[in-house]
């Protein structure tokens, strides 16, 4: 009688997911805190703009060494040491005495956190198998969902009882902790833990995608091959959606509290709370999605269709939302409908991380850190650039019209991703 698979890839994948939790937590706090901060220290609008979107920048610029370290050295040794530093980061941001060193907090959180995702793509590769990849990513995204919703709520309740520092430095204890218990039961492959019987080994391998099956033999790429791999077309338009949907993100986890103070006359924990209820449009949009993806796969066994036409299709209703919501002033009923477009931007979500997945082969965490580094750069320019936008304008209610063509944009760059098509062909 055959033996049941046993279910240590859930278990994986429950660490990975709990990492990205935290990891948002963190980051997505300084958005909420944002006005606390910029009182308490007597920033400028602008100054405030750097102290968000620091982080960004080095975020950005270590996707790629970060990627290369977790295949050289392992998920394993990577992301515990990761996750101390960043939360060694939080914690200086919440003790930090003013704007130089505030910066330096962030910078050193965003070096920290730049190996989360490909080096946590790059787990899912080696275990899950690839009808749940999808699925394992859309979960991986909402990870990050639940740590932001957790930042806005949290944040916005604890500033006022504890102050903005000591909700820092609490929000940096979780990680320390999970940096500890990952480096003792994670294993970066699914035959090194004694754990997985044979049943689930083989399940894991079973369905492998044309790419893997291709790539399965080559040596994992190198330093010199990166620049190949960002002059592929697949990988120009696949970067395209990931600038414009990092970039719009990250209005809403930044700018959009201060957004809805100035336009819609709601205090700071409304705001936060506010925040909250778009971040958990973008939660449920990450679950959905995974799981429409995987479908659609596996009813079609297009990866085009599931990856390119769910993307292209739900980024541009994104768009259309948030230009709706620029003709509403009710605060409540703008953010219903950018709630509703955050559920529908999260559904391509998933579709990105897998397409890395897809045509990466033994080299997803170069392709998932090129994608990612220059959405994230995009993601480091939006706080500066509305910032700047309001200063030059007065007017916030642009930004909504600037990041509707923003998602618009996005969707036609999801038209011209063939996942189907490794790098090497592309």
Known sequence: MAVAPTLIRYRTLTWLTLAAALAYLCRNAVGVAESTVREDLGFSLEQS?????????????????????????????????????????????????????????????GVAQAGIFPASCNS???????????????????????????????????????????????????????SLGFYLRFRNDPAQDSRVN?????????????????????????????????????????????????????????????????????SVAESGYLQGLVLTGTLTGSLFGGTLVDWIWRRTGSLRLSRSGVGASFLAACAVLILAAWFVQNAMLAVALLSLGSFLAALAGPCAFAATIDIGGPRVPQVFGLMNMVGNLAAAACPILVGYLFQWTSNWNLVLLLFAGVYLTGAVCWGFVDPQKQIDDA
């Open 49 to 109: 703009g750097w102290f968000m979107g620091a982080f960004f920048w080095t975020y950005s610029l270590f996707q790629v060494p970060s990627g290369w370290l977790a295949e050289r050295w392992g998920t394993r040794i990577t992301l515990s040491s990761f996750a101390f530093a960043w939360s060694v980061a939080t914690f200086g941001i919440g003790v930090a005495p003013g704007f130089g060193l505030l910066i330096i907090a962030q910078l050193v959180m």
């Open 124 to 178: 899912i590769g080696h275990w899950m198998p690839l009808g749940q990849r999808s699925l394992s990513c859309g979960i991986l995204a909402a990870g990050m969902q639940v740590g932001a919703i957790l930042a806005s709520g949290l944040t916005g309740v604890l500033i006022a009882p504890w102050g903005w520092r000591w909700v820092f430095v609490g929000f940096a204890v979780p990680g320390i902790l999970w």
């Open 198 to 266: 044979a049943s689930e080994l083989a399940l894991i391998h079973a369905a492998r995608s044309p790419v893997d099956m291709a790539d399965a033999e080559e040596p994992v790429s190198e330093w010199r091959e990166l620049l190949a791999i960002a002059r592929s077309p697949v990988m120009f338009w696949l970067c395209g959606q990931q600038i414009c949907r990092g970039s719009g993100y990250m209005f809403f986890a930044s700018w959009f509290p201060t957004f809805l103070q100035e336009t819609r006359g709601v």
